[in-house]
């Protein structure tokens, strides 16, 4: 058995730490967006794979039984790559992904299909917008120039941001709501623009704008082909045919 963990995420970190605490075999792929990786406890790669050929040519070189994507729910070019190179090379394929997140009570969501939706979505007055999406589709909301948008980002940008109106704020989650609600006041937002990525590490932000009466730009996934999908490690470990190891 090894395994090709498609990483990046929380999830991806907590799958990589079983495997190493079992002794089995596993590569973690790092897509390169990040300038500081994480470090993990089994063997690294950083950067793509040229395409679903590429990784399935990767796949068949390295000799990987199981393919675990665990890439965040927005890497949709990946996933499909995934999906693409598992159906050529006969590899078995799973997708260790968070649920998305539902809206709760007193929270004041809009939803929007994806990321032009969501630049639509900003005409109109000015605003103090926090726009929670990383670094990929900051470009896209130049076409909303009006407003002052708070990013805040992984690493520092390298190159200039396309965004006229901006404050930085570099920082790696998991964020407290605490931290968030402070976050939220000092840069006086009156709207929090996110990705639904779901999962723990990242929700404070919603926390926050729902004790705060704000509203929230909520961007869907994108869609991705049929596929198994699990939502924790110890699915994996049994679809990896280890429920020996989890006590079972």
Same mark, same amino acid.
């Given at each position: 058995m090894k395994i090709l963990i498609l990483g990046g995420t929380t999830e991806a970190n907590a799958m990589a730490r079983r495997l190493a605490q079992l002794g089995l075999?596993?590569?973690?792929?790092? &897509?390169?967006?990040?300038? !500081?990786?994480?470090?993990?406890?089994?063997?690294?790669?950083? @950067?793509?794979? @040229?395409?679903? !050929?590429? =990784? &399935?040519r990767f796949l068949i070189s390295e000799r990987v039984t199981h393919l675990v994507d665990a890439t965040h729910p927005f890497a949709g070019q990946m996933s499909r790559? &995934?999906?693409?190179? &598992?159906?050529?090379?006969?590899?078995? =394929?799973?997708a260790l992904s968070r649920p998305p997140w539902q809206p709760q009570a007193g929270d004041r969501w809009q939803r929007v299909p994806d990321i032009e939706s969501a630049v639509a979505a900003l005409e109109g007055p000015a605003r103090r917008v926090m726009l929670a999406i990383g670094r990929t589709h900051l470009a896209a909301f130049s076409a909303q120039p009006q407003h002052h948008f708070l990013l805040r980002l992984v690493d520092q940008p390298a190159e200039p941001v396309p965004l006229p109106h901006h404050t930085v704020t570099?920082?790696?989650g998991p964020f407290t709501v605490e931290g968030d609600l402070a976050l939220l006041r000092q840069h006086r937002i009156d709207l929090v623009v996110s990705k639904n990525a779901g999962g723990e590490g990242a929700a404070a932000k919603l926390v926050a704008a729902r004790e705060l009466a704000l509203p929230v730009l909520m961007i869907d996934r994108p869609p991705l082909p049929q596929r198994t999908q699990l939502h924790s490690v110890d699915q994996v470990l049994h679809w990896l045919g280890h429920d020996a190891d989890l006590g079972v």
């Open positions: 075999p596993a590569i973690y792929s790092y &897509a390169g967006r990040v300038n !500081d990786p994480r470090p993990q406890p089994v063997p690294m790669r950083t @950067g793509g794979f @040229g395409g679903a !050929d590429g =990784l &399935a790559n &995934a999906v693409r190179a &598992a159906e050529q090379t006969g590899t078995p =394929l799973v570099v920082d790696r």
